[in-house]
Every structure is written in structure tokens, then in C-alpha cells.
């Protein structure tokens, strides 16, 4: 194993078992993720706890995208590379982020991806990003959506120490995002949609918002009994 992905290994037992101890962590549906090649994690995003917490659904390495200034401390831009995170410029245009994203999937890594686009609040999953759908569509890859109970109460903006509040997460069934045959390339082609309509990456990032609502709404039920 090589030495990152020691660190990751070592860094994923310590927060998911202090997340296990402190915040009660359990997880449901673990058996909807799959065990190898690359997939899309979406989860829902209500707290920084949610990075961690979700390091429970699988021992593989995650990937997330990470602002390029976290890397400006040379020793805690080692650490964060082990954890799995990837910088990308804060004014980097979207099409590059895409592409770092394609390399990650390309590299036959999980994927994290919060399709909120930022951390919301309230108990009502809105306005997801297109990016999950469009990327699942033009790599060929699984959308595994993931609801986060409890983790907004754990640790809320403006608060820098977590409260012992139960986080329970339910993990969907994977969903593929369907691109009309003719306009398909195929996995051996690499990319499946050159031009995916409108109306289809509406559609596939609506089937996710509705599933990550069902989701969020089972895991806070089950956070707070």
C-alpha cells in the first residue's frame, strides 16, 4: 500500500471512530456502494462534519475538490493530498474543475461530489448544481446519493467545536444518468455525451434532488430518535 494511502487509512479509523463514539454515527444502505471502479458520492451537505461522516460508507479512498489556498501550507497541503482532496483555483472556470474531476474518475477513484454546491441549511433539499448529473452522464458512472441526519445540529456555521449530537446516514440505490443512444459514445469511447440536452440534465438532477430528499428525510428521523 502505498504511503498516502496508509495516512488515509490511518486518518479514516481516527474520525470515523471518534464520529462513531461522539456523534453516535451509524449508516444504512452501506450495501448500495460499490466495492470497485469509480462512482459519484452526493451527499446532501448541511455541516463540515459531512466530509468525515461520510469516510463511514466505504475503506476505499474518497477524492474531493479543494480550494487551491489550502495547499499553501506546504505540510498541511501533504496531509489533505493523503486525505484524498484535490486543489482547484477559487477562480478557476468550471470547465477546469471538470476536468479534474474526469482525471479522479479516470483513475478509477470515488468521487465526492455535494450537489448543493455549498453547505445549506433547513431541512429541504433545493437548487442542486447540474454538475453531478452532467459528469455522471459523460463518464459513465454511478450517482450514489446519501442523506446526512444530524450533522447540522452537530456543528452549524459560525460554531468551531461540534456538539455530541447523533448523525446517522442512509445511503441510495446508484443511479445512472440515460443519454439518447444515438448521441452515446460508449464506455470504450471514454465519454458517453458530447452534447447531453437541457432537458436531460434536468431531468437527471431532479430524480437526484427528489431521492436526496426521501434520503435527508430518513436520516433525520433516524438522527433524532
Not at 455549498?118 to 447540474?130: A, Q
Request: with cysteine; glycine share 8%; hydrophobic share 40%.
Amino acid at each position: 500500500m502505498k504511503p498516502s494511502l496508509i495516512f488515509y487509512a490511518v486518518a479514516r479509523a481516527a474520525l470515523v471512530g471518534w464520529c462513531r463514539v461522539y456523534h453516535r454515527l451509524t449508516v444504512e444502505g452501506k450495501d448500495n456502494v460499490p466495492t470497485e471502479g469509480p462512482y459519484i458520492l452526493a451527499p446532501v451537505h448541511r455541516s463540515i462534519v459531512d466530509t468525515f461522516a461520510v469516510a463511514v460508507v466505504t475503506k476505499r479512498r474518497l477524492r474531493y475538490m479543494g480550494k487551491e489556498e489550502l495547499w499553501k501550507v506546504r505540510w498541511f497541503g501533504r496531509i489533505i493530498d493523503a486525505l484524498g482532496a484535490f486543489p482547484v483555483h477559487r477562480d478557476a472556470t468550471d470547465r477546469e474543475a471538470f476536468r479534474r474531476c474526469v482525471a479522479v474518475i479516470d483513475g478509477g477513484e470515488p468521487l465526492v461530489l455535494f450537489p448543493e454546491g455549498t453547505r445549506r441549511s433547513g431541512p429541504t433539499v433545493t437548487d442542486l448544481r447540474e454538475g453531478a448529473a452532467y459528469l455522471a452522464a459523460r463518464t459513465d458512472v454511478p450517482i450514489v446519493p446519501v442523506g446526512i441526519g444530524g450533522s447540522e445540529m452537530a456543528l452549524p456555521k459560525g460554531t468551531r467545536f461540534p456538539r455530541p449530537v447523533k448523525i446517522h446516514l442512509v445511503v441510495g440505490e446508484p443511479q445512472t444518468v440515460k443519454v439518447a443512444a444515438e448521441r452515446s459514445g460508449g464506455r470504450g469511447s471514454g465519454r458517453r455525451a458530447d452534447r447531453l440536452s437541457r432537458r436531460e440534465l434536468h431531468e437527471a438532477t431532479e430524480r437526484l434532488r427528489a431521492e436526496l430528499q426521501t434520503l435527508f428525510d430518513e436520516a433525520r428521523a433516524r438522527a433524532a430518535r
